[in-house]
Each structure stands twice: as structure tokens, then as C-alpha cells.
């Protein structure tokens, strides 16, 4: 059976040690994380962990399953298979020589992205998007010459009725 | 009234209705033991923090409630790992209470000090480290809370020597609820629905049953839907007793060492009941080609045993004993038909496959035969004993000829397959049940590897008896190396081993040997009406295999026979 990506959306007690409970029962029955982001809700108490997994369907039903049972699991959704918005975040710290500096920002501009430090030799840009946005930027700043990258992974949640 | 922690925990220990506790003291827990002698509750002093733990399994099972332990910090808490593990995989309703170093201490590598929350994470149902006496009886109000309830589970509650020894105001906490947890009892009517469909669709139907059914009390349920629905039915090895092995309907434990007719009404079967079962590997064998016919209906309480092992057309979830309730009244609500003789060709079948290849064994006049020993066991203690077991050939052997009729009578190490379970959990059962005939039938290795328990039975007047299959090997290893590895045993033979009747003696027990065939019967009697603790050293044939048996990874219908 075919191993798609999958985005859960958790919500979770704040407490200690939840997430080692969700990252141990991953690594524990051989599940595939792509990418974890967690962080508070505005409900006191309660956070939101959003997961990336790779699984075929029978697997990402177990998953949520397991998931469940944790006793410090308030909620699991899918959102893949219903609409949702998603987000990523990145940060690249780009070479920017004087020879590459106009092109760098005509990308930024292109990408609707943002310049959020500058530095002698080095531009560092924001960029906020989903997964192929992140992979598109990052193959035309390649040849410029990418010092580093800083990354979340997705975040994500429902669309509301229009 | 200001209490101290450790003051709370007995309240709330007593709110909870605990009167016993397996455990061992030490530096960490000192403030605890000291309020708990000042208790009625019962201290079963244990000689390793192992045995502590098997025994509070024991004694949930014997006694249907929760087992609790209490040990300390460092290695008191390592000690408990395997028992939580094997209380966990066979779904035991345990508290187990862990002393920890002083909260300012935590994280410094302090002297023994273990993360035992971390450690357990895998093994446990939930755990939980108190920060603060003030958190410290709501804590417990929950760990027992959860423990019971949904699918049983071991809880630990790590216990800081700070949070023990400071007083704070308490009041018992009111009844529990937990916004993230809240088990599914009722199963979906609509589904129960379809499942008399199939039911009444079905030619060949057989019940599957296991230790679900135990847990949620389910067994007389059990029985009146597999006579109204006129199926057989088989259990795993955690489900022995849910349904009377006297029964016609019977078809014995299906498995690895499952009977002839068990395992071959899987694959012959167009319609499988299972009730409260996991699908474990030791019972499908190879799933692709289990029950390849059939249609499987599946209710459990757990949502995760139900599509994790084999597909499912129709899952049920919810308390099997409600499950049954429910079906049984659509039952009886429902017009079946003449279902005696729609289903007589099959029970004929059936019958047949039961009188062509029964469970079988030769006793000659020689040596005496381990089977031979339970089937006399099964007569002398007329059935009625609590059977807990070690891990191997006895506990196939006791699986296959202990024909027990009513649930919580067999205990055993399931899903972990723990060696050194079978006399801690005796001792446990017959703490829970301090006038019932308890037996642990036993290995010679297996119960090597917590005999250190039969000075606890000696010291708390638990009278149990063990009845030791002693062959001088490492028996069900032996046997795969036998038929699997060309007669290598490696590493199984035992052959530098105790005198076990010297040792019995030397604990303060009884030791009785027999070694001739005839010998059996009257040790058997002599032994399991002692008043003392007991162990019977039936010197056994060396070589004798557990049959039927499938390899492992083999379809569960090719077995190797006698």
C-alpha cells in the first residue's frame, strides 16, 4: 500500500514530559516523523502538537489510534483529505556579494519573502509558506551560495466554511 | 489538618479499599514505611523488587482488583521494570509507588536515583512524578482510576522523599475525570446489529475469546452466546477460563500450542467471533493465511488491538461484557432458525478432528511424563485450584491439560513470557485468596529465577505449592533446538542444579520427590493438602516436547503432531 505524507494536529496536556511520551511512541513502534512543531494554545494547560508522518493508510489509522490512548492526548485530527491551511517557516543566511545582491532581493521580492538581517557579507531571509514554496526558494538561492538554514516544520490548521 | 505526604498516600490508599501491598523499603520510601506500619494495611515483605510486582499481578488476578507495590528509588525502581512490562502486555490493573530523591535533587545523578518515569514510559499504561504534596492525592485518585478502568493497565507513581516528609492541608479528592481519557464501554448498537447478521448468515461460526473477556467479567456472558449462537469456541492463552473447558462447544486454546481442532477451525471457519483478543503473533501464526475463509468480527475495549494485526470486517468497540449482553438480547430478539442442525455438520467435523488427534502423550512405566503430572494434578485438586505458571514447557503443558472452568484461575506471564513469574504471582493470588488451593507449576529454570520468594510465602503463611516439572533443561528451548537446530542445545541444559527438597527445607517449606510414575499421585495428595508451603519435585522425562506445535512464522493450520 502506497506511504503518503499525513499532518496530524494534536491538542495535548502542557505538561512535562508529553512529548517525549508522542516522540517515544513513534520511535518506540518504528513510526516516521517528518516533522514535530509544538507550542501553547491560547487555552491555559493545553498545546498544540503538529505532526508530519510518512505511513500507508491502515498505519496512519493505527497511528492516530495510539495516539489516542496516551492519556495526556486531548484530540487527534487528520487534516490531510480536508481542506487546511499549512504553513512552514525558514530561515536562510544567504551569501550576498555585491555582485548578487539586486538578484537575491528580486527573489525575496518574487517569493514575497522578507530580508530580516544584513550583515557585511550575508543576507538573512524569512520565508513563510508551505513545503514546495520552501523547496523552490531554496533551488535558486542554491547556486548563490547558502550559508545556512534554520527551519520549523508544519504547522497547520482546518479551513473554515466560506 | 495539615498531613504529610506520606500521611496522604495511606488515606488515600484506604479511600482506594487497598489491604494489601507487595514491597521492599529503602532509603527513599523510609518515611512511607514508617506511616504504613502505623496502617492495617498489609505489608507483604518480598526478597526482590521483582517478586513484588508479579505478586500484585497475581493478586489483581486472583482477586479482580487492583495489585499495588511499593519499593524504593535506584535499583528498587530498575527491579520493577519486567513485572510492570509483563502487567502491561497481559493488561493487569497495578499501582506500582516508586520513592524518589528529593525533588531539588532530581537530575543531579543523585545516590539512587533512576528517571524510573522515563525508564517505564514504554511499559506503563500512564505514570506520573509528584512535584508537589499539595498534587500528591489526586495523583493516586488517578493512577488507580486509570489503572482499572478501559483497558487495565500498570500505573507508577513516582514519589519524591521531599514531597513524602512535608505536610499540607488534605481533603480526599472527589471522584476522578479526566478530560483526555474516557474509555468507550457502550459498543455501537448498529454494529452489534450486523454482527447478528453475520451470525445468522454464517455456516461454520467459531468464538475466539481472550483474557478481555476476563477483565471485563464477561464469562457467564460468554458462555450463554456461544450456546445460543451454537459456535465453538477457542481462547488464547490469557483467556483460559472464560469459557468452561468441560464444555462441548470447548475446542481447547488456539495458537502456537493450540489444540488439533482449534487451529484448524480457523482456517476452516467462515465466520470468527473474537472477543477481547489482540491477534498476537503466538496465536495467528502467519497472518496472511489466518482465517483466509472467514469474516472476523472483532470487539475490544482498546481501539489499537482492533486492524493492528489482521483486517477486520466488522470492529466493535466497547467492554466485551456489554458486547455480549447486548448481543445476547438481539439474540433473543431475533428468529435463528433451527440452528442446531444448521450447524451440526461443522460441530460434527469438529468432533471428528477432536477423537482422530486429541492431545496426546504416552505415559509408559518408567519415567514419569509431564502431562501426565497436570492431568493428575486437574484430578487431585478436582479443578477447582489457582493455577499461576513459570514461562516454557510448563506453561504449555499447564495451558493444554489444567482444563479450567472459570475465569481467574490461571495466571500467567502471557504477552511478555517472563520466566521467574509463576511463585510471586502465587504468592499474590494467595494473598487475594487466602483459603483457595494456589499452585504454581513450574520449571526447574523458571523457578530458579525468583526462588528467593519462597522465604516471603514462609514468613506471610502463604501456603502455596509448587509443582516443579523438573526435566533439567531449559525445556521449550531445548525443544526448538531439537526440532530446529539439529539437537545443538546450547546453553539448555541444567544439568549442575539444586536439590530442590533440601531447598525447600532449608526455606522452612516442605519438599517432596517423586520419581516413578506411581509416585505422582500420592505426592500430589500429600503435598497439596499441606498446610505449609510445598514444593513437588516430579522428576520428569528429559526430552518430552509441548505438541501440537506451528514454527513460528508458519500458517497457524500446519502443525507438527506427537
Given at each position: 500500500m502506497k506511504e503518503e505524507k499525513h499532518v496530524l494536529s494534536l491538542l495535548v496536556d502542557n505538561e512535562p514530559g508529553v512529548l517525549s511520551r508522542i516522540a517515544g511512541l513513534f520511535s518506540g513502534r518504528g513510526y516516521n516523523i517528518e516533522s514535530l512543531c509544538v507550542a501553547e494554545t491560547m487555552e491555559a494547560g493545553v498545546s498544540r502538537v503538529t505532526i508530519v508522518t510518512k505511513a500507508n493508510e491502515p498505519l496512519v489509522e493505527q497511528i492516530k489510534k495510539q495516539l489516542n490512548k496516551l492519556v495526556n492526548v486531548i484530540k487527534v485530527h487528520e487534516l490531510t483529505g480536508n481542506a487546511f491551511v499549512n504553513r512552514e517557516m525558514l530561515l536562510i543566511k544567504v551569501f550576498a556579494k555585491p555582485e548578487h545582491r539586486a538578484e537575491i532581493l528580486r527573489i525575496v521580492?518574487?517569493?514575497?519573502?522578507?530580508?530580516?538581517?544584513?550583515?557585511?557579507?550575508?543576507?538573512t531571509i524569512e520565508v513563510t509558506g508551505d513545503e514546495g514554496k520552501m523547496a523552490a526558494i531554496l533551488s535558486l538561492l542554491k547556486p548563490i551560495g547558502i550559508k545556512e538554514i534554520a527551519r520549523t516544520g508544519a504547522i497547520a490548521l482546518f479551513r473554515e466554511p466560506k | 489538618m495539615k498531613?504529610?505526604?506520606?500521611?496522604?498516600?495511606?488515606?488515600v490508599l484506604k479511600d482506594e479499599g487497598v489491604d494489601t501491598i507487595f514491597g521492599f523499603p529503602g532509603g527513599a520510601v523510609i518515611d512511607i514505611y514508617d506511616e504504613l506500619a502505623r496502617t492495617d494495611i498489609r505489608h507483604v515483605l518480598v526478597r526482590h523488587e521483582q517478586g513484588a510486582v508479579h505478586a500484585a499481578d497475581g493478586y489483581a488476578r486472583a482477586g479482580s482488583r487492583v495489585g499495588v507495590c511499593l519499593v524504593t528509588s535506584g535499583p528498587g525502581a530498575t527491579n520493577t521494570v519486567t513485572g510492570i512490562a509483563s502487567a502491561y502486555l497481559d493488561s493487569i490493573p497495578i499501582v506500582v509507588f516508586t520513592g524518589q530523591v528529593p525533588t531539588q535533587l532530581i537530575g543531579n545523578d543523585a545516590f539512587q536515583e533512576v528517571d524510573i518515569v522515563g525508564i517505564t514510559r514504554p511499559c506503563t499504561k500512564h505514570n506520573f512524578l509528584v512535584q508537589r504534596t499539595e498534587d500528591l492525592g489526586r495523583v493516586v485518585k488517578e493512577a488507580f482510576f486509570i489503572a482499572r478502568s478501559g483497558r487495565p493497565g500498570p500505573v507508577l507513581v513516582d514519589l519524591p522523599k521531599n514531597v513524602m516528609n512535608t505536610a499540607t492541608d488534605f481533603k480526599m479528592p472527589g471522584e476522578v475525570s479526566l478530560r483526555s481519557y474516557n474509555p468507550t464501554y457502550n459498543p455501537n448498537a448498529k454494529q452489534l446489529k450486523r454482527v447478528v447478521d453475520l451470525i445468522i448468515e454464517a455456516d461454520r461460526p467459531m468464538i475466539f475469546a481472550g483474557g478481555g473477556v476476563i477483565l471485563s467479567k464477561g464469562s457467564k456472558e460468554l458462555t450463554e452466546f456461544a450456546r445460543k449462537i451454537q459456535a465453538p469456541v477457542t481462547t488464547s492463552l490469557m483467556g483460559l477460563g472464560a469459557f468452561p473447558g468441560s464444555d462441548p462447544l470447548w475446542l481447547g486454546m488456539i495458537g502456537m500450542h493450540g489444540t488439533y481442532q482449534a487451529n484448524l477451525c480457523t482456517g476452516q471457519c467462515d465466520l470468527m467471533v473474537s472477543i477481547g483478543v489482540r491477534f498476537d503473533d503466538r496465536v495467528t501464526g502467519k497472518t496472511d493465511t489466518f482465517a483466509s475463509q472467514a469474516k472476523i468480527v472483532h470487539i475490544d475495549i482498546d481501539p489499537t488491538s482492533i486492524r493492528k494485526n489482521v483486517p477486520v470486517t466488522i470492529p466493535v468497540v466497547g467492554d466485551c461484557k456489554s458486547a455480549l449482553e447486548h448481543l445476547n438480547t438481539l439474540l433473543d430478539e431475533t428468529d435463528l432458525g433451527n440452528l442446531k442442525k444448521k450447524r451440526k455438520p461443522w460441530l460434527d467435523q469438529i468432533v471428528e478432528w477432536k477423537s482422530t488427534t486429541p492431545l496426546d502423550y504416552k505415559q509408559d512405566d518408567q519415567t514419569i511424563k509431564p502431562q501426565y503430572?497436570?492431568?493428575?494434578?486437574?484430578?487431585?485438586?478436582?479443578?477447582?485450584?489457582?493455577?499461576?505458571?513459570?514461562?516454557?514447557?510448563?506453561?504449555?503443558?499447564?495451558?493444554?491439560?489444567?482444563?479450567?472452568?472459570?475465569?481467574?484461575h490461571f495466571i500467567t506471564s502471557g504477552g511478555l513470557g517472563c520466566m521467574g513469574f509463576g511463585l510471586p504471582a502465587a504468592i499474590g493470588a494467595q494473598a487475594a485468596c487466602p483459603d483457595r488451593l494456589v499452585v504454581d507449576i513450574a520449571g526447574d529454570g523458571s523457578l530458579q529465577m525468583n526462588i528467593q520468594e519462597m522465604t516471603t510465602a514462609v514468613q506471610h503463611g502463604l501456603p502455596v505449592?509448587?509443582?516443579?516439572?523438573n526435566n533439567g533443561y531449559l525445556g521449550m528451548v531445548r525443544q526448538w533446538q531439537e526440532l530446529f537446530y539439529d539437537r545443538r542445545y546450547s546453553s539448555?541444559?541444567?544439568?549442575?542444579?539444586?536439590?530442590?527438597?533440601k531447598l525447600a527445607e532449608a526455606y522452612g517449606a516442605v519438599g517432596l520427590r517423586a520419581e516413578r510414575p506411581e509416585d505422582v499421585v500420592p505426592v500430589l495428595k500429600e503435598g497439596l493438602f499441606s498446610p505449609h508451603m510445598v514444593i513437588m519435585d516430579f522428576r520428569v522425562t528429559k526430552e518430552e516436547s509441548v505438541y501440537p506445535m506451528v514454527p513460528a512464522g508458519a500458517p497457524i493450520t500446519e502443525m507438527l503432531l506427537v
Amino acid at each position: 500500500m502506497k506511504e503518503e505524507k499525513h499532518v496530524l494536529s494534536l491538542l495535548v496536556d502542557n505538561e512535562p514530559g508529553v512529548l517525549s511520551r508522542i516522540a517515544g511512541l513513534f520511535s518506540g513502534r518504528g513510526y516516521n516523523i517528518e516533522s514535530l512543531c509544538v507550542a501553547e494554545t491560547m487555552e491555559a494547560g493545553v498545546s498544540r502538537v503538529t505532526i508530519v508522518t510518512k505511513a500507508n493508510e491502515p498505519l496512519v489509522e493505527q497511528i492516530k489510534k495510539q495516539l489516542n490512548k496516551l492519556v495526556n492526548v486531548i484530540k487527534v485530527h487528520e487534516l490531510t483529505g480536508n481542506a487546511f491551511v499549512n504553513r512552514e517557516m525558514l530561515l536562510i543566511k544567504v551569501f550576498a556579494k555585491p555582485e548578487h545582491r539586486a538578484e537575491i532581493l528580486r527573489i525575496v521580492d518574487i517569493f514575497r519573502c522578507k530580508v530580516v538581517d544584513v550583515g557585511k557579507e550575508h543576507y538573512t531571509i524569512e520565508v513563510t509558506g508551505d513545503e514546495g514554496k520552501m523547496a523552490a526558494i531554496l533551488s535558486l538561492l542554491k547556486p548563490i551560495g547558502i550559508k545556512e538554514i534554520a527551519r520549523t516544520g508544519a504547522i497547520a490548521l482546518f479551513r473554515e466554511p466560506k | 489538618m495539615k498531613l504529610t505526604g506520606a500521611k496522604i498516600l495511606m488515606e488515600v490508599l484506604k479511600d482506594e479499599g487497598v489491604d494489601t501491598i507487595f514491597g521492599f523499603p529503602g532509603g527513599a520510601v523510609i518515611d512511607i514505611y514508617d506511616e504504613l506500619a502505623r496502617t492495617d494495611i498489609r505489608h507483604v515483605l518480598v526478597r526482590h523488587e521483582q517478586g513484588a510486582v508479579h505478586a500484585a499481578d497475581g493478586y489483581a488476578r486472583a482477586g479482580s482488583r487492583v495489585g499495588v507495590c511499593l519499593v524504593t528509588s535506584g535499583p528498587g525502581a530498575t527491579n520493577t521494570v519486567t513485572g510492570i512490562a509483563s502487567a502491561y502486555l497481559d493488561s493487569i490493573p497495578i499501582v506500582v509507588f516508586t520513592g524518589q530523591v528529593p525533588t531539588q535533587l532530581i537530575g543531579n545523578d543523585a545516590f539512587q536515583e533512576v528517571d524510573i518515569v522515563g525508564i517505564t514510559r514504554p511499559c506503563t499504561k500512564h505514570n506520573f512524578l509528584v512535584q508537589r504534596t499539595e498534587d500528591l492525592g489526586r495523583v493516586v485518585k488517578e493512577a488507580f482510576f486509570i489503572a482499572r478502568s478501559g483497558r487495565p493497565g500498570p500505573v507508577l507513581v513516582d514519589l519524591p522523599k521531599n514531597v513524602m516528609n512535608t505536610a499540607t492541608d488534605f481533603k480526599m479528592p472527589g471522584e476522578v475525570s479526566l478530560r483526555s481519557y474516557n474509555p468507550t464501554y457502550n459498543p455501537n448498537a448498529k454494529q452489534l446489529k450486523r454482527v447478528v447478521d453475520l451470525i445468522i448468515e454464517a455456516d461454520r461460526p467459531m468464538i475466539f475469546a481472550g483474557g478481555g473477556v476476563i477483565l471485563s467479567k464477561g464469562s457467564k456472558e460468554l458462555t450463554e452466546f456461544a450456546r445460543k449462537i451454537q459456535a465453538p469456541v477457542t481462547t488464547s492463552l490469557m483467556g483460559l477460563g472464560a469459557f468452561p473447558g468441560s464444555d462441548p462447544l470447548w475446542l481447547g486454546m488456539i495458537g502456537m500450542h493450540g489444540t488439533y481442532q482449534a487451529n484448524l477451525c480457523t482456517g476452516q471457519c467462515d465466520l470468527m467471533v473474537s472477543i477481547g483478543v489482540r491477534f498476537d503473533d503466538r496465536v495467528t501464526g502467519k497472518t496472511d493465511t489466518f482465517a483466509s475463509q472467514a469474516k472476523i468480527v472483532h470487539i475490544d475495549i482498546d481501539p489499537t488491538s482492533i486492524r493492528k494485526n489482521v483486517p477486520v470486517t466488522i470492529p466493535v468497540v466497547g467492554d466485551c461484557k456489554s458486547a455480549l449482553e447486548h448481543l445476547n438480547t438481539l439474540l433473543d430478539e431475533t428468529d435463528l432458525g433451527n440452528l442446531k442442525k444448521k450447524r451440526k455438520p461443522w460441530l460434527d467435523q469438529i468432533v471428528e478432528w477432536k477423537s482422530t488427534t486429541p492431545l496426546d502423550y504416552k505415559q509408559d512405566d518408567q519415567t514419569i511424563k509431564p502431562q501426565y503430572v497436570v492431568e493428575k494434578l486437574f484430578e487431585v485438586s478436582k479443578g477447582e485450584a489457582i493455577i499461576t505458571t513459570e514461562v516454557g514447557q510448563n506453561q504449555m503443558w499447564a495451558a493444554q491439560y489444567y482444563h479450567f472452568e472459570k475465569p481467574n484461575h490461571f495466571i500467567t506471564s502471557g504477552g511478555l513470557g517472563c520466566m521467574g513469574f509463576g511463585l510471586p504471582a502465587a504468592i499474590g493470588a494467595q494473598a487475594a485468596c487466602p483459603d483457595r488451593l494456589v499452585v504454581d507449576i513450574a520449571g526447574d529454570g523458571s523457578l530458579q529465577m525468583n526462588i528467593q520468594e519462597m522465604t516471603t510465602a514462609v514468613q506471610h503463611g502463604l501456603p502455596v505449592k509448587v509443582v516443579l516439572l523438573n526435566n533439567g533443561y531449559l525445556g521449550m528451548v531445548r525443544q526448538w533446538q531439537e526440532l530446529f537446530y539439529d539437537r545443538r542445545y546450547s546453553s539448555t541444559c541444567l544439568d549442575c542444579a539444586p536439590d530442590f527438597v533440601k531447598l525447600a527445607e532449608a526455606y522452612g517449606a516442605v519438599g517432596l520427590r517423586a520419581e516413578r510414575p506411581e509416585d505422582v499421585v500420592p505426592v500430589l495428595k500429600e503435598g497439596l493438602f499441606s498446610p505449609h508451603m510445598v514444593i513437588m519435585d516430579f522428576r520428569v522425562t528429559k526430552e518430552e516436547s509441548v505438541y501440537p506445535m506451528v514454527p513460528a512464522g508458519a500458517p497457524i493450520t500446519e502443525m507438527l503432531l506427537v
